[in-house]
C-alpha cells in the first residue's frame, strides 16, 4: 500500500501538515516493511527562467501586491504607464540588456543591486507609500508630513551610502575614497582625481581642473594623460617629446609649464631645452 511521509518529525510518524489522500496505514514500533525499493536519480535543479519584457512587467505589476493597502487605488509598483517606461530606462542606463525576449542583468545592473539599501530595493516601500497617500486622503495625515518624511529618508539614504561599504569595494573601483589621487590640488592642496573628461579637484568649492580636452594640448597633437596629469601637479612641469608644431608641421620636445592664474581654465606655458640653447 502507497504511503508517503513528510519532512516534518521522524520519518514514520503521521505529520500534522494534512495533506490530501494521505492516508497513513497502522504503524508499530519494529514493524518491518517488504518490498520497499528506493532509487537515486541525480539531476540538477534548472534555474528560474530569465525575465521576458511581458514577464518582468507581469512581476512590477504584482510586487508588493499584498502588503498593499486594501482599498489602495494600484497594487504593484508603479503605473501601467510609467512601468514600460521604467523598463526602457534601465536598459538605456545600461542596467538591463535586451538579448532576443529576454531582459538580462549587466554587470552594472548585478552590482547596483548588490550595494541598493534593502530599503529602497523592497516593494513594501512603495506599500508604505500607498498606505500613507490613503492616510492623506482620508485627512489622517497632511501631506507636507508624508513629503517631509520622503525628503528625510532620501537624505537619510544619501548621507550612509554615499561611499559602498566596505565589502563591496572591489564592485566599484572608482568609487569614492576607493580612487588613486592623481595628486594635490595647487590651489588649494586637496586631492585631484581622474574623471571622464578630466582632472578634477575634489574640492567642491574649488574649480581646479585639468581638461582632457584642451586648446594647448590638442593643438600640438597630444592629450593630459594620467601620467602628464601626476608631474603637472607634483612638479609643476612636464617633459613631453614629439610635441607637433602647427607651424612647420614637424615635431620637437620641450617643457611643459603649469601656469595657474586661478581663472576658470588653467593655462600652459612652454619651456624649451638649454641644450638647444634658444632659451635659458
Ligand atoms: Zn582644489
New binding site residues.
Partial sequence: MPFSTSRCGSALRPCSVKRKNTALPVLKKGQVFGMVSASVRESKTSPPKHFTEDSLLAAIETAGAEDMPEDSERKGLGTPATRAATLEKLVSAGFVQRKKKQLLPTEKGVNLIAVLPEKVKSPILTAEWESMLKQVERGELSADSFMDGIMEMCRELVREHSVPEERFAALFPDAHGKREAVGT?P??G?SVYEGKKGFF?D?RD?S?ALWKDNKFFSSKKKTITKSVAAALLKEGRVSMSGLYSEKTGSTYDAVVLLDDTGGKYVNFKLEFPAAKGRRK
Avoid: G, L, V
Fill in positions: 590640488c590651489r588649494c586637496a579637484c574640492n574649488c581646479f
